[in-house]
């Protein structure tokens, strides 16, 4: 899959539970319905966190990557 069009990053290696999850749920509350948020991280538990919040908030989750121990989460704003 392409890498979606990407709206804004946010960068949270080396930050531990819960402040990736804290920063994601900042950051996309900055960007309108439809924009893309990539979230970049090294915490293994964003594998299930971020899945778990976006089911919870109703975000969609577009695409997940792995490479060396870092994640990338494609989120687009509902």
Do not use: H
């Not at 804004?8 to 749920?25: F, I, R, S, W």
């Not at 964003?46 to 121990?69: F, K, Q, Y």
């Amino acid at each position: 899959m392409d890498k979606p069009a990407v709206t804004d990053t946010l960068d949270t290696t080396g930050k531990c539970c819960p402040m990736p999850m804290v920063e994601t749920n900042q950051a996309i509350k900055g960007l309108a319905p439809g924009q893309v948020l990539e979230i970049v991280a090294s915490d293994p538990g964003t594998r299930t966190d971020i899945p778990s919040w976006c089911r919870r908030t109703g975000n969609r989750l577009l695409s997940v990557s792995e490479d060396g121990g870092v994640f990338r989460y494609y989120v687009e704003k509902t």
